[in-house]
């Protein structure tokens, strides 16, 4: 149930999943409403920094929240996220499945039967044996890449080496061409989640040629590849043989999508506010609006009106690591979430219309079971008394100086942007702080190794799917600490009763009971203040002006084009 | 930097007028003065930096949230920059640090590498190109390799990478002087090496060694002198050169660190912001536009009373 950093960040900076609030939905400007009945036809351009892929179009390669944006064009799913704006974006629905999943009563066994009428893009019918093969190919040494769980949660994963030798995952059952039957190793209520990954997406043995299969993969969503060059662009064609009759969670208006991929974020956003030719039918996959970018737009009421809202469930924090001192001494940890500035850290981030204050390690949505709590409420701009009362108490009441780690780049909100806004405030309290640059490569692996991690820095937490467990667990669940690297939990925290409890409500199959356990977990771990939560950011981009319906989904805060018309 | 140059300057009797003509040249250039009196305000305002950010009543690392548009980016409020009476350059967007502050730390940066490089350019330079040009051929080959090899390095990239990898606990104002220096000596020591070779086979300084006198005194007494008055034209332009320098290193991250300021990493951190804040680039990058272009006039100037019938930098003019 981990991610590498750069997985992470991929899914922190590409998919940057938001939820609308108030202002989402349509963001058209001008001409008729939005009409689902009549909104086909057009060609939509996605311009992104990266392939929205992840350079290999290959679904068992493929590492995305909720499915991706233009990857669930093509690869249909078990399951998959409910394309609606708000608050319900955050549910997860069937997709190929007639529901989300049968769970056994200890949650370890999953059962899913397939709708009827499902058929590739070649006409042959889908059947539970595609799915099966799907899943089977993701554990090829030779398919690297994909999500992580896979290997995790499968009984007999972590030695299973794929199909292509002949040998079968015993715990994939297919009794027959309809119903698939998936047996865990252990309870995890949260499976309908992860089988919205394309992992769970059919793939016909016939056609299925290995490494070469991304070349030429077959659809069974409502497109069809007609050509992919890697990090360069990707053209989409309607598939004949989908229809809004056999899938009710994507409109494919657009007849034709092309993606260009590669460009400088500051160059999308400019071709998307000039909307110049083919750029009117724009939208960006993976590129927000900077500070910049946003303070000259909200000088124009058109450009406005076409800059999209979202949040994802990601929390930017000071994370401390309480074996290196001071921060072994929970008073000195209070100080500094006492000191913290975070109207400071906001502007940092990019000001009340990129990030929120955040008090909670959980996003504030309801999802993930957010309970509220202040325990150590600095309000907009420190407490600087309180915190050198701490300090004093802790033997520290001449001042105090510690080392903040960052990352050398500010795209993350872990830079020297808001670590210069936490030396500022910390000050304010006796604290000194020296910064400590790491740059980008290195940092992942000093911060996720109990050896080499800092005492105290910054960093960025967001989940693969919206719910307590995948936000809580890498971080607070001490049978995740790992001691050569790719560890999350950074104050090495491993508390009996915690650990029971993360296990307790994994086993509930109903997300609207868990949600109130993940909140309270959530509660009673940041009474330790092992962690100091800043920020929760807010995503705004741009469309381009013939954009219809387009919303920043609650699931990844990203542009669904599986939703959105250019007509 | 020429044979006549070097006539002049090795022709002893004629050097109590030389200073005064130069003098006359140099204050008859007209756009040298220019230079000159732009270049001694920035030396003095930025000496005078901490008593002149008293004066504003501001600091260069105080946040100031108040000022900013949160809403909107966190871009200043009020027009040129939220500049006021409080803080006469405006703010920098998304912290609210005053400008005006940080501008002049920014300057103290600028001279104080500049300046710091310039030593260490200096010392390299002549003990290398001394050492070269005096010190038989062995030497003379040797170091002239050295040099050769100091001129191209590609030095951008490895400044790049000692500055990156050099640990944080280093002051980095020293560090980029180091740096800077180590890469940008080749000229000076080119430069001297040749002087040197026209000036040993001199009259005077035979005689000098003839009459007994060690290696050491002849090069320190006899060959150096003459040597300064293209040193110090070539010193001049090494100045906004090493301006530069600092200001790009510091523009691509790798110069001085934050709370600290510097033109170069102003100007980085402005470059988004020229649309909606065009105050904030235009502060940094005026400054140094003015810095470096007044040490450049000036330098020319020296360059063109110490050597007439060199043609001016600028063209025509003598």
Redesign the interface.
Known sequence: MRRSAALLTTAALLTAAAACSSDHGSSSSGGAAFDPKNCQGGTLYVLNQSDSTGHHLDPARIYTSGGGSVTSLIFRTLTTRHRVPGEAGDQVVPDLATDTGKASADAKTWTYHLKDGLKFDDGTPITAKDIKWGVERAFAPELPGGIPYLRDWLVGGEDYKGPYKGKELDSIQTPDDKTIIFKLRKPEGDFPYVATATQFAPVPKAKDDGTGYEKHPVASGPYKVQSHEQDKNLVLVRNPYWSRSVDDQRLACPDRIEGTYGLNA?VINQRLSSSAGKDANAITADTDL???????I?NDPNLKKRAVKGEFGETDYIAFNPKVKPFDDIRVREAVAYAV?R??V???A?????AKAATTFLPDQAAFGYQPYDYFPAG??GDAAKAKELLAQAGHASGLTVTLAHR?ADYNHDG??V???V???L?QAGINV????Y?DAAYGDAIQKPSTEPGMFLTTWGADWPTGGPFLGPIFDGRQILKDGGNFNASQLNDPKINAEFDAINKITDPAQARPRWGALDAEIGKQALTVPLIHPIYIRLTGKNVKNAYLDQWRGSYDPAMVSVK | MTAELVTEVGAAPEAPTRGRQVRQRLFADRMAMAGLVVAVLMIVAAVAAPLLIHLEGQDATSYHPELLDSARGGVPRGAFGGASGAHWLGVEPTTGRDLFARALGGAQISFLVAFGTLIVQILLGVGVGLAAGLGGKVADSVLGRLIDLAISFPQLIFAIALLAIVPSGFPRPLLLMLVIGLFGWGGTARLIRGQVLSLKTRDYVSAARLSGASRARVAVREILPGVSAPLVTYAALLIPSNMISEAGLSFLGVGVRPPGSSWGQMLSSATTWFQADPTYVLVPGLLLLVNVLAFTVLADGVRTALDPKARSLRGGRR
């Open positions: 500051a900077s500070p910049a970018e946003l303070a000259r909200s500035s109207q400071s906001v502007n940092a990019g000001g009340s219309s990129l907009p701009g050398n020297p942007a670590a210069t806004a030396q500022a405030a000050k020296t910064l400590k640059p740059d």
